[in-house]
């Protein structure tokens, strides 16, 4: 079979791609692939891929299209050291094709120059191409087993698989993400425990000509140029400017060093951290304080996972707690209208629990002074994300039950220290059970009763003098449910947790009789709370 035929194919192939048609697999039958040998095909796709590099991205696409359909099954394939060369010079071809596109990113509003958006055919036909580059990878290393050793570290190859470690992402499909993973789990294996410090060095070595030269402009003012809390923070200029799209590349072209950034940080140890920390802050400063709400999403995400690894003892003596902190409590401001909702719920999904995070580590140790510093910190996330949002944003029930299930995480952190709030959320609790219209979105009344129960159990001492209110709430949303007759599963969930408040407030007040014969007599004044006081 004639190689012109096989492009010809191929050309039909890419040209109708439809991005709502499934994956297509292949240019040719099985049958046809069998007539020519993979290793006439390597050798002859040497002749193309210089011609296709530098071609509109279609050719590239045709190319790896007809060169993967010929590796998927290999027939006649003899590893000379002809055929190992070809095979380095495509990885190394098909590594440069898949850096994902600037029309990835988002547009500045100051480049009227920037590539269309990625929900065009073009960017389909793209996200395509990368599924195919990917599977010719693959298959290349299963023929060529030496290729992956023959340059260590190949920044350029864990680079373009790093890319595409992340499904969320507009050039990323599942089909990619697998196999770029499979990739990365065999490139990696090779590190052994007796071989960290390999492991280490390709990461730094990312960090170092991959990462930092992106961040390099949108450094943030809050640290100095060796990571640290600087004495004398300066204004940060204004970022919206004509040379935005040159000072956060990172944003604006190679958007995937985001993803890149994040692979690199789920590998890091904490003795790398320790030893390397400096290259990290500053990306994760130049996400948070950036003002999109997208990037400061993403900034949170990857905060979190700087935290899991990063030790404690680091965050305080260079001051980045600190700085982390102040980064992170202005998003708690961000409710709608202002903001829209997606984007609202999005970011304070992650940023609540970032924030928690960040004060754990932040106080790990136990002082007087340090658990001091840590309850202050809890108490004004409550007072300022909490109870100031909720008074905000209380008509938009998606955010009012956001903000009431961290409650629940912000009381357990407290402990008894939450006592000095209860006269602020046990109100806000039982006004949101006892709703008239409260039943019309039963996640809000779940999570209003799980607050509670986080209230009865760490302010017990406290709990008596606000029996009134958490009865009025619980004993409102249980009337309210069996007037209504709701039965799902649902409903019944918010049953059994409404049920356990009320054995847990028991349990509170066990030493005051006159306490429990007072709830007795209230639940049994009414017989549509008959089943209330029976904790299953």
């Known amino acids: 079979m004639e190689i012109t035929a096989l492009l010809r194919n191929a050309n039909k192939l890419v040209d109708s791609i439809n991005p709502k048609d499934p994956l297509p697999l292949s240019c040719v039958s099985q049958d046809r692939i069998n007539e020519l040998a993979t290793a006439t095909c390597l050798r002859t796709s040497k002749n193309y891929i210089k011609e296709a590099h530098e071609d509109y991205q279609e050719a590239t696409h045709k190319t790896i299209v007809w060169i993967e359909a010929f590796l998927r099954n290999p027939h006649g394939l003899e590893t000379d050291d002809e055929v190992k060369e070809v095979a380095a010079q495509v990885q190394q071809w098909v590594v440069g094709a898949l850096s994902p596109p600037a029309f990835f990113a988002p547009k500045s509003v100051f480049d009227i120059n920037s590539a269309s958006d990625a929900t065009s055919l073009k960017a389909a036909k793209w996200r395509l191409m990368a599924v195919a580059g990917l599977r010719l990878l693959s298959h290349l290393h299963h023929l060529v087993p030496g290729l992956l050793e023959r340059s260590s570290p190949d920044l350029d190859l864990v680079t373009c698989l790093a890319s595409f470690t992340d499904e969320r992402d507009l050039w990323t499909r599942s089909e990619a993400l697998e196999a770029a993973e499979a990739l990365l789990n065999r490139y990696l294996s090779r590190f052994t425990a007796d071989d960290r410090n390999a492991l280490t060095k390709l990461l730094i070595g990312l960090l170092q000509t991959r990462v930092r030269p992106h961040f390099a402009k949108s450094k943030s003012n809050a640290i100095t140029d060796q990571g640290r809390k600087s004495a004398y923070p300066q204004s940060s200029a204004v970022d919206a400017s004509e040379a935005e799209v040159e000072i956060k590349p990172w944003k604006f072209r190679e958007v995937y060093i985001v993803t890149v950034f994040r692979w690199i940080l789920l590998n890091l140890t904490e003795s790398t951290i320790q030893a390397q920390w400096p290259l990290v802050i500053s990306p994760l400063l130049s996400l948070l304080d950036d003002e999109a709400t997208e990037s400061k999403i993403k900034g949170c995400e990857l905060l979190g996972i700087f935290l899991k690894a990063a030790p404690s003892s680091l965050l305080q003596r260079t001051g980045l707690g600190e700085i982390f902190q102040d980064s992170?409590?202005?998003?708690?401001?961000?409710?709608?209208?202002?903001?829209?909702?997606?984007?609202?719920?999005?970011?304070?999904?992650?940023?609540?629990?970032?924030?928690?995070?960040?004060?754990?580590?932040?106080?790990?140790?136990?002082?007087?002074?340090?658990?001091?510093?840590?309850?202050?910190?809890?108490?004004?996330?409550?007072?300022?994300?909490?109870?100031?949002?909720?008074?905000?944003?209380?008509?938009?029930?998606?955010?009012?039950?956001?903000?009431?299930?961290?409650?629940?995480?912000?009381?357990?952190?407290?402990?008894?220290?939450?006592?000095?709030?209860?006269?602020?959320?046990?109100?806000?609790?039982?006004?949101?059970?006892?709703?008239?219209?409260?039943?019309?979105?039963?996640?809000?009344?779940?999570?209003?009763?799980?607050?509670?129960?986080?209230?009865?159990?760490?302010?017990?001492?406290?709990?008596?003098?606000?029996?009134?209110?958490?009865?009025?709430?619980?004993t409102a949303c249980w009337c309210g449910m069996q007037d209504d007759g709701r039965t799902s599963k649902e409903f019944e969930d918010i049953r059994v947790v409404l049920k356990q408040g009320v054995g847990l407030l028991k349990a509170a007040l066990d030493a005051d009789v006159a306490s429990i014969q007072e709830i007795e007599g209230l639940l049994g004044s009414d017989t549509r709370l008959g089943g209330l006081g029976v904790v299953e």
């Not at 719920?345 to 340090?370: M, N």
């Open 328 to 474: 992170l409590m202005p998003c708690l401001s961000y409710l709608p209208t202002l903001t829209p909702e997606e984007e609202s719920v999005r970011l304070l999904s992650s940023v609540y629990p970032t924030l928690i995070t960040l004060i754990r580590r932040r106080y790990a140790t136990a002082t007087r002074d340090g658990d001091k510093q840590r309850i202050k910190a809890l108490d004004k996330i409550l007072r300022v994300g909490i109870l100031n949002g909720y008074a905000h944003a209380v008509e938009n029930v998606t955010i009012a039950t956001l903000l009431v299930s961290q409650v629940t995480a912000l009381v357990n952190q407290l402990g008894i220290a939450s006592a000095k709030h209860l006269k602020h959320l046990i109100p806000l609790l039982s006004d949101t059970l006892s709703a008239p219209f409260g039943l019309a979105h039963p996640p809000l009344l779940k999570a209003s009763a799980l607050a509670l129960q986080a209230i009865i159990l760490n302010d017990w001492p406290r709990i008596a003098y606000y029996r009134g209110d958490i009865l009025r709430g619980i």
